[in-house]
């Protein structure tokens, strides 16, 4: 595609509820980033790929957060038994991977409310 | 530890000044790149400027340009004659060692309102 597509755009979902946020990156990139913007906040470092793997999973808040990506494309993250405080922006971007001055391409996030 | 220290979370500036964004940095590899962003406030990621570590000269792009202090740890954003439509936040971030780790962290933001 023509650049980093996320879906859903917005979810509300009802406390406890499992949720699953989609991220399709740029053609041919290998780099897919996974961040979190709290109202106002920064962005918040949750999970990079590279290809299929994942070398970095550092900054996944608990065990409740997982991603996969399979193909070395789309990529969904999942956050199990949601709670109010995962209410927020979550951001995806891709890069060309293996080169330093590659920008990453951001999507438009998905927005996600927990009520 | 934080690796991008933002310092400043808010700023005013009359319009057609000059303003710079502070960005400082911790890292113990010699490679490394430096990015800025700029986020309106419909959400989305701009990318604005780049710096390597290896890079000789500042990073310059239109007006926007990166003063580069390496020893320093230091990557301010300049923005030369700033306009309305500068209004946004702002965020610095950095990609190290590309061999080794291509994770791109970024700081808290600085956000900018520019003043008619």
């Known amino acids: 595609g023509a650049g980093v597509s996320q879906s859903p755009s917005n979810k509300v979902t009802e406390k406890g509820k499992d949720v699953e946020l989609r991220c399709d990156p740029i053609?041919?990139?290998?780099?897919l980033y996974w961040y979190r913007q709290s109202l106002g906040q920064g962005l918040e470092f949750l999970i990079y790929f590279q290809g299929n793997s994942a070398p970095d999973k550092s900054g996944l808040p608990s065990d409740r957060f997982s991603a996969e990506r399979t193909g070395g494309s789309v990529s969904t993250l999942t956050i199990q038994r949601t709670q109010q405080e995962d209410s927020a922006v979550y951001l995806c971007?891709?890069?060309?991977?293996?080169?330093?001055?590659?920008?990453?391409?951001f999507g438009q996030g998905t927005r996600l409310t927990v009520v | 530890a934080q690796k991008i220290t933002q310092t400043q979370p808010g700023m005013f500036v009359q319009e057609k000044e000059a303003v710079t964004l502070d960005c400082t940095y911790d890292t113990s590899d010699p490679s490394y790149g430096l990015f800025w962003y700029k986020q309106p406030s419909s959400g989305e990621m701009i990318f604005l400027i780049y710096q390597g570590s290896y890079d000789q000269q500042n990073a310059t792009e239109g007006r926007y340009s990166l003063n580069f202090q390496k020893a320093r740890k230091s990557a301010n954003l300049v923005i030369s004659a700033s306009q309305l439509g500068d209004s946004a936040m702002y965020f610095c971030a950095m990609r190290e060692g590309i061999w080794r780790d291509d994770k791109i962290i970024f700081g808290k933001g600085t956000r900018l309102h520019i003043l008619p």
């Open positions: 971007a891709s890069s060309l991977g293996g080169a330093m001055n590659t920008e990453a391409f």
């Open positions: 053609s041919g990139h290998t780099a």
